[in-house]
Structure formats: C-alpha cells, structure tokens
C-alpha cells in the first residue's frame, strides 16, 4: 500500500488556532458527560448505596471483562431538554466472557429511572444496533416505569422495545436481563421478552401492577414479595430463571449466560493480526479540523493518523478531487473510505463515489465515511451539466450499499450532502460527531439570507417597502437559532448520531465498531436501483 505522508505543520498559527477552539469545545463535551455521569446527583447516589445497591456504570464495569473497553453510546442524550443529561439510562457496547454485548443499564438514582421519551429513544437505538450487528443484548434492570407526565409521547412507541426484544431472539440473537429492582407495569415485559432473566433475592419485583393498584382494580389486597418477589417469581411463576442472591452474585450469573451461549462471530477475522498503528501522532488530529466551518481541510490528514500504518490506497485522486476515496485497514480490518475534501460536491465527485461504492459492496468492504461537505454545487450552469442526477447516483449507492457504513462527522455537514456522505437518515451501522462538527440544511448565515430574499421579494410583490431594520433582527435571530440546533451537542442530545467523540479517539472507536459489525455477515449488495446517466 501507499503511505500517507504528512504536511501539518503543529507550530504554525492556523494549527494552533484549530486546536484550541476545538479543545474548547472538548471541554463543553467533558462538563456533559460529567452531568450524565452524575446521575441524578450526590444526594440520590448517595442513598442509592447507602441501600447497598450499585450504580449503573458499577454494574457494567463488573458486567464486563475485566480491563476490556467500553464503547458507551449516546451519552448526551437529552442535552438541552427538560430531562437530564444522560437520559436515565446507560448503553454501550461491551465484552463479557469474551463475548460483544449491547448493554442497557437503567439508571435508578435519575427519577427513579422511570421511561421518558429520551430514555425511549436510546433505548430503541440501542436495540436497533444490536439487531444489525447481531450483538447479544443484556440488560440490567430497575425502573420505575414510564415517565407519567410524559405518557402520551412513550406509551405506543414504547411498545416496540418489546416487540424489538422477540424480534432479537427470533433472529437468534440471545437476550439477557438481570432485575435489580422494580420492573413495574410495561417494564416487566422487559424480563418477561428476555431469553434469560435473573432476579435478585429481596430486591427484585416484577409486575404488572404494585399492591395498590391491584387493590383499587380487583379489591385484592397484598405484598410486594407474593405479587412479583424473586422467590416467588423463581419458584412460583417460573419467570426468573436464576436466584441471585445479591446484585453481585446476579451479575456473575449474568455473565454465566454469556459464556454459554456458545456465540460465534459470522464475519471475517481482521486481516492483519497484528496491526501496525498510524505513522503519526493522534494528538495532533486536535489541530486538524478548521475552526471556521467554511475553511477546508486535507481528510489525507486525519487518515494518516487513524488507519494502519498510516497506509492509504487512493481511488482516483486525479478526478473528482474534492471527495478522496480509497482503501485501507482499520485495526486490521479492511475499509473502503470516502472523505470530503473541499465542502462541495460536484458531478464528478458524485460519479466517483458512485463507482467506489458499488466496489466496495463487490468486494464485502465495510465503508468510512468522514463528512465536511455544505452539500452538492447549485447554480445554472451544474444545473444544466446534470447535478441533480449526478448527486442522486451518489445517494441511490449509499442507499442500496448492504456493506456496513461508519460514518464520522469531522466538520460541517449540511443539505444533500449530509445524504450522499451517508448521513443518519441513510442508516449508518454507527454514527460519530467531532465536538466542533455542525449539521443542518445549509449554514445559518445562508438560511438567514434565503429567508431574507423571500421576505424581500414577497414585499415587493405586495408593493410594500421592505423593513430593513427588521431584516437585521430576524437574519440575527435566524442565524443564532441555526448555530445553536446545528451544534455537536444539541444534535447528539436529540439522537442523531451515537455520540459526540473526542478526535483522538476516533481510531479506537471506529476499530470497536469495526469488531462490533464482523459479528454478523459483511455481505455487498446483489444489485443498486436504476442510475440515471
């Protein structure tokens, strides 16, 4: 292969001047994830293990093989909502007994883990993802159900975290919970979907409805224990499998689980066993990625620091040049990788990619997408030469590739070109953001100047004269509206990616990804749509 060989020079101004605005936004993204860890505060956390139980992050680290690394996803989730960050949940990608899980750990401390429609939605991304990487899923129990006042959002959509839960062990992907607490009213459907079910003696209760409303319904009276008790459920209605008989000993019998399932990865091993690691330093990808949005920047820069070795075979670096294709491997794992190099995206930059894609599903290669694009070229005369068309070959590849898709999202990423570069809508396995990254229908300055334009022509069509003082205030108020929801948090706290990463860790998390997906079939596809030509 071909290595890359770097021109960053870390000492100029533009170098430094990158770095420290986007170390700036790291240290927005570490004061989140900082809140998110917190849970729901000292007082809670405290009287949570003054009750000898343990924090969800303490049950997944003892979950998980001792020193084996913890992909966590979605941690801002509900950034910028009333919910706190975090969204009372934890998920993430893990190893226990060697096996890669999906895990999902309710977080009791925050409203006593109760459902809200944040928590709901990482709930269902990560079921999503382990349907489509076929990621054996545990979870570990304790909620107190839906978020009451916010019923009318979660009740139906809630309902396919238990059709989702079949649907895994239809498509033999095993199914694990561990009740570490209350699993009340639809949540006790989250053991009673599960393949194994653990409960934990004198702490777990599973019903489907508490001792009171029982009582208002039928007139019963009765106790927590003989309503849904681990004993009973164990003894009794043979809901429970296993009997733990504290939160580590069903911990222990969770992974027991694992390790019989007799699991098997479908894909391919990495092809180099023993990877060698980029040339260059991953320190400085901080300086990398322009502060301003509108400045480009080289992708050869940021591969050179994230694939093996540093090696990089390029697919017509002659043509199409502001979008760079090529081959690689990532931890050893082949990749076929599309990066932007100058935000627009012209004809020839879409053909390419067309041609590159159907390559790479020819030849069963996952795909990397590394996004900086402000979208396809407008104009008259791209629009004469066949743009729409041309940019539709590019998003009908993307579109009906059956390779798995990584996508990182390292600047700007705006209009149509958020599409062709595989954007959420087109269903990545994963999804990254940088924390200076932005992602919108075009920029706030020219979505400001558009709705300028129409207001103007709209007055002069009414003959009215045009309020140029209130122009000012609505571009100004626009452009503050787009910069804040067009945001690496705010989007991620809204879901539409699976985190926002620091850029030195792109590498490792791609290469978590990358094992992630191998545990099912990389298969390209059969055939693509009609391109128009």
């Excluded at 998980?64 to 990608?93: C, H, K, N, Q, R």
């Excluded at 899923?137 to 006042?149: C, K, R, T």
């Excluded at 070229?377 to 990584?406: C, D, F, W």
């Excluded at 990804?513 to 055939?527: E, F, Q, R, W």
């Amino acid at each position: 292969m071909s290595t890359l060989d770097s021109t960053l020079d870390p000492s100029s101004p533009t170098y430094r001047a990158n770095r420290k605005a986007l170390l700036e936004r790291l240290a927005e993204l570490d004061a989140e994830l900082d809140r998110a860890r917190a849970g729901g505060g000292e007082k809670y956390v405290t009287r949570h293990h003054a009750r000898g139980k343990l924090l969800p992050r303490e049950r997944i680290e003892l979950l998980l093989d001792p020193d084996s690394p913890f992909l966590e996803l979605s941690p801002v989730a509900a950034y910028g909502t009333d919910f706190p960050v975090g969204a009372s949940v934890v998920t993430g990608i893990g190893v226990v007994e060697g096996v890669e899980c999906l895990v999902v750990a309710n977080d009791p401390t925050v409203r006593g883990g109760a459902v809200n429609p944040w928590s709901l939605a990482k709930t269902r991304r990560a079921g999503e993802i382990a349907l489509a990487n076929r990621l054996p899923m545990v979870n570990l129990v304790e909620s107190a159900g839906a978020d009451l006042p916010t019923q009318a959002e979660i009740f139906i959509p809630g309902g396919r975290v238990f059709r989702d839960l079949t649907r895994l062990s239809a498509a033999k992907i095993p199914t694990v919970s561990v009740v570490f607490g209350n699993a009340t009213a639809g949540g006790a459907y989250v053991p009673g979907m599960s393949d194994h079910v653990i409960m934990i003696r004198d702490r777990s209760q599973v019903y489907l409805a508490g001792p009171p409303l029982v009582k208002m319904a039928t007139g019963e009276v009765t106790d927590d224990e003989s309503l849904g008790g681990a004993a009973m459920h164990a003894s009794t209605s043979g809901l429970a499998d296993f009997l733990a008989e504290d939160e580590r000993d069903g911990i222990r019998l969770a992974r027991q689980c694992v390790r019989r399932l007799n699991w098997r990865k479908q894909g391919p091993s990495p092809r180099t066993g023993v990877p060698q690691p980029p040339k260059y330093d991953p320190e400085e990808l901080l300086g990398i990625a322009s502060a301003d949005l509108k400045v480009p920047f080289d992708p050869r820069e940021v591969l050179a620091r994230v694939l093996d070795g540093s090696e990089f075979d390029e697919f017509k670096p002659a043509y199409g040049t502001a979008l760079v294709t090529g081959w690689g491997e990532l931890h050893g794992y082949p990749v076929g990788v599309l990066a932007n190099a100058r935000g627009v995206l012209f004809s020839a930059e879409a053909q390419k990619a067309a041609q590159f894609i159907q390559l790479a599903n020819a030849a069963d290669t996952p795909l990397v997408f590394l996004q900086n694009t402000t979208g396809y070229m407008v104009g008259t005369e791209y629009e004469q030469r066949g743009i729409i068309k041309h940019g539709a070959l590019m998003i009908n590849a993307v579109s009906n590739s059956t390779v798995p898709h990584l996508t990182v999202n390292l600047g700007a990423s705006y209009g149509a070109g958020n599409y062709g570069m595989c954007g959420r809508a087109y269903e990545p396995r994963f999804l990254f953001t940088w924390p200076n990254a932005k992602s919108a229908v075009m920029g706030p300055a020219q979505l400001a100047g558009v709705l300028s334009i129409v207001a103007r022509q709209a007055a002069a069509a009414r003959g009215r004269d045009y309020d140029e003082e209130s122009d000012a205030a609505m571009r100004m108020m626009v452009e503050q509206q787009i910069e804040s929801q067009s945001g690496a948090l705010f989007l991620s706290g809204r879901l539409y990616d699976d985190g926002v990463i620091d850029p030195r860790d792109t590498r490792t998390v791609l290469g978590l990804c990358l094992s992630a997906i191998h545990n099912g079939p990389v298969k390209g596809a059969d055939g693509f749509g009609v391109f128009r030509m």
